[in-house]
C-alpha cells in the first residue's frame, strides 16, 4: 500500500496502548454482486477485547476471515501492530484463530493438536511439551492431552481449541461465536473464564458474535455490524444507552420506540409530539434536530415505572413523560417480569420490573388500568 | 406385532446378502478347496473323489499333491511374484494419478463435480473387453502411438510397447482408476474445509498441512481405493493375456491354463486357494480399517 499512510500508522501503534494497534481502513469486500463487507475502518487497540455484533449476513465473519488472512479484501488495508497485513498469507500472520467449530484435527490427540501450531515454528521437542503443558494447565486441560477431540464434551473441545491457538502467542486472537455451541450454564461460566485468560496473557481479542448477551459480557468495546457497515462504535454501556441509531438500538436489548416531531426545543431539552403515544415527551438533549424534524424516541423498557397511580407532577409542574394503559400480559422470567401495557393508542410497550420480594403476590395483574412513566433522561432521542 | 413386523423385516434384509454370499461365495469356495485335495484321474469329473469305497469300506482321500507340485515347479512362484509385482506397481500408479484427480472434484463446484464423477464413471458405458483391445490398437507396433512419434521424428523405429509390462501397467491402470477414484472421492469430500483453514492459522504451509492433515484423514479411502485396485489387479486374466509379456505370466493365466489346457483341476484349485490366501492379509487390514473409521465416525 502506500507509504504516507502506514509510516504513520506504524508511528501511533508505538506510542501507546491506547492507539490502534489493529487499524483497519476503508475495507471492503465484494462477492461478485455481493458488498458483503462494506468501506469499513475501525481501530481496535492492544490487549482490548473488540466484539464484532451482526447478525447473520452482516459481514462480521468475513471482517475477521479478512483479519485471518482466509478471504483477501477487494480493497482498503488491514494493519496490524503497524504491519500492513495485504500480501501475508494466513500462515504468516501474527494472528491466531478459534474457529466456530473449532475445527480439531479429529486424527490427532489433544496434545498433538495444540502441538501442531509449535511445530511448524520448528521448535524443539522439550519446549514444545512445555509449552503446551503450560497452556493445557491454563485452559484446565491438563489432564485430558492424551484423548481424541471426539471423547471430550463441548466444552472441552472449547477449551482445546482456545489453547491451540493461545499456544503461538497470538499478537491478536480471532474467535468467532466462542460460545455459540455451548449449553448456557456452561457459557456463562465459560464467558469469565475468557475474559480472565485474556487479561492473565494480555492477548489481543476480537469476537464475532450475533449474541448480544454475549458480546456485553466479553467485549470491553463493540463494533455492531449492519449490512456490510460498521453500525456504532463504543462500550457496551454507550451502545445500550446511547444508541447511534433505530438500528442499534432495537438490534441491543429490547426497546419501545415511537416516531414523532420536535415541537419545541431548549438549551438543554427537546419536546416531542408523538401521535402513537399520545403525549408529548420531554427528553434530554442528546442530538442536534431542528423544530418540525422527525425523530424517533426510545425507552428501554426496564426505564419505564409503573403505578397504579398518575405520577406526582415534577418539580416544574409538568405532566409530561406519563401515559395511562391497560397491563394485557405478564410473563414471569424469575428474576424479573415482562409487563405488556396497552396504550390509548393500541400500542403495546415492554416494561420490566425486578421482582425484589419473594413469594409476593405480583404487584399488578392482568387488565388492570396503570400509568406509565419515565425520566426526562431515559428517552434517546434518535435521527435515523 | 408391528415391532414383530419391522424385526422380520430386518431380518429379510440382512439375509438376502447372506443367502447370497452363502450360495454363490462359500459354496463354490468350499467345492474348489475340496477339489484342491484331490488327485487328477481321466474321469468325469477329473479328480478323485473324497470319499471312495473298497471292497465294502468307505476311505476319505486327501492328497496334498497339488501344493506339493506348486513349490516344485519355478513357473508358479514366479508367476505368483511377478502378479504381487504388477499389482503392487498398478495399485501405487492409480494411487498416484487418482489422489489428485478425486481431491480435485471434491473441490470443484457441486455442479462440476457431477459433471466430473460422470466421467470417471463413463468408461463403464463400453465393454471392459472392447476397451482392453483398443489398447492393442493404440500400442501395437504400427498403431496409433508409434505411427504419431514416427510421422513427428521424435523416433525412428517403432516402440515395442506391446506385450511388455508397461502394456499391462497401462492396461490395468486405466481400467481399475476409477475403483481407486471413487472411494477417495467419498473421503475427500466428507473433509471439513475448516481444518484446512485451522492448519493455515497456525502457521502451516500448504504443502504441509495436505500432508498432516488431509493425507492422514484420507487413508480410509486410500487403503480402501488401493484395495480395490490390488485384489483384482493380482489375478487378473484378460490384461496381461491381451497386452502383456508372452515369457512371464501372472497367476490368473496359470489358473485358466490349469483348468482349460491341463485338465489339471486339483492344481488350478490349489492355485485359487493360495490366491486367496495371499489375499485374506490384504482384506483384513482393509476391514480393520474400516472398522476404525466405524469408530472415528460415532
Not at chain 2, 113 to 141: D, H, Q
Amino acid at each position: 500500500m502506500n507509504a504516507l499512510p502506514q509510516s504513520n500508522a506504524t508511528g501511533t501503534a508505538a506510542a501507546g496502548t491506547d492507539s490502534a494497534y489493529v487499524r483497519i481502513t476503508n475495507l471492503t469486500k465484494r462477492f461478485g454482486d455481493f458488498v458483503a463487507v462494506d468501506n469499513v475502518s475501525l481501530d481496535i487497540r492492544r490487549g482490548e477485547i473488540f466484539c464484532l455484533l451482526g447478525g447473520s449476513g452482516s459481514g462480521k465473519t468475513t471482517l475477521l476471515r479478512m483479519l485471518a488472512g482466509f478471504e483477501s479484501p477487494s480493497a482498503g488495508s488491514i494493519l496490524i501492530d503497524g504491519f500492513d497485513m495485504s500480501a501475508i498469507p494466513p500462515y504468516e500472520r501474527p494472528v491466531n484463530m478459534m474457529f466456530q467449530s473449532y475445527a480439531l484435527f479429529p486424527h490427532m490427540s489433544v496434545e498433538k493438536n495444540v502441538a501442531f501450531g509449535l511445530e511448524q515454528e520448528g521448535l524443539s521437542r522439550d519446549a514444545i511439551r512445555r509449552q503446551v503443558g503450560e497452556i493445557l494447565d491454563i485452559v484446565k486441560m491438563g489432564a485430558y492431552g492424551a484423548r481424541k477431540p471426539h471423547q471430550l464434551s463441548g466444552g472441552q473441545r472449547q477449551r482445546v481449541a482456545l489453547a491451540r491457538a493461545l499456544v503461538k502467542r497470538p499478537k491478536l486472537l480471532l474467535l468467532d461465536e466462542p460460545l455459540a455451541a455451548l449449553d448456557k450454564k456452561l457459557r456463562e461460566h465459560t464467558q469469565f473464564e475468557l475474559l480472565n485468560i485474556q487479561q492473565r496473557l494480555g492477548v489481543t481479542f476480537v469476537v464475532v458474535t450475533h449474541d448480544q448477551e454475549e458480546a456485553m459480557t466479553l467485549g470491553q468495546r463493540l463494533g455492531v455490524m449492519n449490512h456490510g457497515r460498521i453500525a456504532q462504535v463504543g462500550t457496551p454501556s454507550d451502545i445500550y444507552e446511547s444508541p447511534a441509531t433505530r438500528f442499534v438500538a432495537d438490534f441491543i436489548g429490547s426497546v419501545n420506540m415511537f416516531e414523532g416531531k420536535v415541537s419545541d426545543e431548549g438549551t438543554d431539552f427537546v419536546r416531542i409530539t408523538c401521535g402513537e403515544l399520545g403525549c408529548e415527551v420531554r427528553a434530554e438533549r442528546t442530538v442536534t434536530c431542528a423544530r418540525g424534524a422527525t425523530v424517533w424516541t426510545a425507552i428501554r423498557p426496564e426505564k419505564i415505572t409503573i403505578g397504579r397511580q398518575p405520577p406526582a407532577t415534577d418539580p416544574a409542574g409538568t405532566e409530561e413523560n406519563a401515559v395511562p394503559g391497560t397491563v394485557r400480559e405478564i410473563a414471569y422470567m424469575g428474576d424479573m417480569s415482562i409487563y405488556l401495557v396497552q396504550i390509548e393508542s393500541g400500542k403495546l410497550l415492554r416494561v420490566t420490573l425486578p421482582n425484589t420480594t419473594r413469594g409476593a403476590d405480583r404487584p399488578l395483574s392482568r387488565e388492570e388500568r396503570v400509568w406509565l412513566s419515565w425520566h426526562g433522561s431515559s428517552p434517546v432521542v434518535l435521527t435515523e | 406385532m408391528a415391532q414383530l413386523s419391522r424385526a422380520a423385516g430386518r431380518r429379510l434384509v440382512a439375509g438376502v446378502p447372506t443367502l447370497w454370499l452363502l450360495v454363490l461365495f462359500l459354496v463354490p469356495f468350499l467345492i474348489v478347496f475340496r477339489i484342491s485335495f484331490s488327485e487328477v484321474r481321466l474321469a468325469i469329473p477329473p479328480y478323485t473323489p473324497l470319499i471312495s469305497f473298497h471292497h465294502g469300506t468307505a476311505a476319505l482321500e486327501v492328497h496334498a499333491s497339488a501344493y506339493s507340485f506348486l513349490f516344485t515347479d519355478p513357473l508358479y512362484v514366479s508367476s505368483y511374484l511377478y502378479s504381487l509385482k504388477v499389482a503392487a506397481v498398478s495399485t501405487l500408479c492409480c494411487l498416484a494419478l487418482g489422489y489428485p484427480m478425486a481431491y480435485a472434484i471434491a473441490r470443484s463446484a457441486a455442479a462440476t463435480r457431477a459433471v466430473l464423477l460422470m466421467l470417471i464413471v463413463l468408461p463403464f458405458w463400453t465393454s471392459f473387453l472392447l476397451r482392453v483391445y483398443a489398447w492393442i490398437g493404440l500400442l501395437k507396433n504400427n498403431g496409433v502411438i508409434n505411427n504419431v512419434l514416427l510421422y513427428l521424428g521424435v523416433i525412428h523405429h517403432p516402440l515395442a510397447l506391446l506385450q511388455t509390462d508397461f502394456a499391462v501397467y497401462i492396461g490395468i491402470v486405466y481400467s481399475y482408476l476409477p475403483f481407486m477414484i471413487l472411494p477417495l472421492y467419498a473421503n475427500l469430500e466428507k473433509h471439513d474445509p475448516a481444518l484446512l483453514e485451522a492448519a493455515a492459522d497456525l502457521g502451516a504451509r500448504p504443502w504441509r498441512a495436505f500432508l498432516s492433515i488431509t493425507v492422514p484423514q484420507s487413508l480410509p479411502g486410500i487403503v480402501a481405493g488401493s484395495l480395490l485396485v490390488f485384489i483384482p489387479a493380482v489375478g487378473e486374466y484378460v490384461i496381461p493375456t491381451l497386452l502383456g509379456r508372452t515369457d512371464q505370466i501372472m497367476i490368473g493365466r496359470v489358473l485358466s491354463d490349469e483348468f482349460f489346457e491341463n485338465r489339471d483341476w486339483p492344481v488350478a484349485s490349489a492355485v485359487a486357494i493360495l490366491i486367496l490366501l495371499l489375499l485374506v492379509v490384504p482384506i483384513m487390514l482393509f476391514q480393520r480399517v474400516q472398522r476404525r473409521e466405524l469408530e472415528g465416525a460415532k
